[in-house]
């Protein structure tokens, strides 16, 4: 199978913004000196918060999205009865 074949099968489950914000990690190897953990939680924070503006965001767009396709769908059928109407046997 080809690695650029993403089926929905084979993504891996998705993070919310609230994993991010929880993420817990083990302790840096004391040789290595590992990072700092305010920084590494401030940052993850900002992600966790910029995730949850897309999520919101995502929400909004597919409710509208879903609301103009039902608009179109109507005046679709609306227009499609007057046409028949109209045109001349």
């Not at 509208?64 to 608009?71: G, N, T």
Request: proline share 6%.
């Amino acid at each position: 199978m080809r690695t650029d074949d993403w089926s929905t099968a084979e993504r891996p489950a998705r993070i919310g913004h609230q994993q991010i914000r929880e993420a817990a990690f083990g302790p840096a190897p004391r040789r290595g000196g590992g990072l700092n953990p305010d920084e590494v939680r401030a940052f993850l924070n900002q992600v966790a918060d910029q995730m949850l503006r897309l999520e919101r965001d995502l929400a909004e767009a597919t409710s509208e999205s879903i609301r103009v396709k039902e608009a179109l769908y109507r005046w679709q059928v609306e227009h499609a009865s007057t046409c028949a109407q109209q045109r001349p046997r």
